[in-house]
């Protein structure tokens, strides 16, 4: 494959501290997550970057120097705590560890953002304003070892929050990742587990600007759209005339 400067496995080493650029809380891990489990109640480092727009390969690179302090803290058994990171990027495509290049509707020689092969599961994505991104960094061994579970968990964190929030009735597909409403895919989620440590997350579309996901194939999904929840509002509006 060929390889240039917007295409990386390498990430830059992190530009900022994150103590100095995040918005660091500590509180109880109490989200849908955590509470499907019987399991002692965890302290979840929350680091707010809602309203920032963060490099991709800042939080690539944060996400595993994370990860790497958590698996020595597990092996002495000192590891009290999971973490939670809520940003958003400036635009960016993204491939899992297995992506097919098929799903590119440009030459990757020449892409229209900054293009980066990870180590998450799932195909390309694109990550962009608007969109809230969620990286969850949790030691399953504290809450549950099964991956089908924790898929499955963050689906129902986005399900709940749409319907509670925005009344909007979002669901599953059979065979398919993520939350839907009708042929729309709202979040996509695509994670890497090391040690039982999860890490990468799920991205849900707010307001963001669907028109970057017409130059893929958005998760390699070809019979389906993608959609926003800004979107979705401004059809109900329409629909109920006003």
Not at 185 to 197: E, T
Not at 208 to 217: A, G, K, L, W
């Amino acid at each position: 494959m060929f390889v240039n400067p917007n295409f990386s496995l390498n990430p830059s080493s992190l530009t900022q501290s994150p103590s100095k650029t995040a918005n660091k809380i500590d509180v109880s891990l109490t989200s849908s997550i955590v509470s499907m489990t019987h399991k002692p109640r965890r302290r979840c480092d929350y680091y707010d970057l809602h309203k920032e727009l963060i490099p991709y390969v800042e939080a690539w690179s944060w996400q595993k120097a994370i990860v790497k302090e958590r698996k020595s803290l597990s092996e002495n058994n000192e590891d009290f705590s999971d973490t939670l990171i809520i940003l958003q990027h400036q635009p960016v495509y993204t491939l899992g560890t297995r992506s097919s290049e098929e799903y590119l509707n440009f030459d990757v020689k020449s892409p229209p953002f900054d293009l980066y092969r990870t180590e998450r599961g799932g195909e390309v994505t694109y990550h962009g304003p608007g969109q809230l991104v969620m990286y969850p960094i949790i030691n399953l061994k504290y809450h549950k070892m099964d991956l089908h579970w924790y898929l499955r968990a963050l689906e129902e964190v986005v399900i709940r929050v749409l319907s509670e929030t925005f009344s909007i009735d979002a669901s599953r597909v059979d065979d398919l990742t993520g939350v839907w409403v009708g042929d729309q895919k709202l979040a996509a989620i695509g994670i890497r587990v090391s040690r039982w440590i999860t890490y990468h997350g799920l991205a849900l579309n707010v307001t963001t600007d669907i028109t970057p996901f017409t130059q893929i194939v958005p998760c390699g999904i070809r019979n389906r759209q993608v959609g926003s929840i800004k979107g979705l509002l401004g059809e109900n509006l329409s629909s109920n005339g006003t």
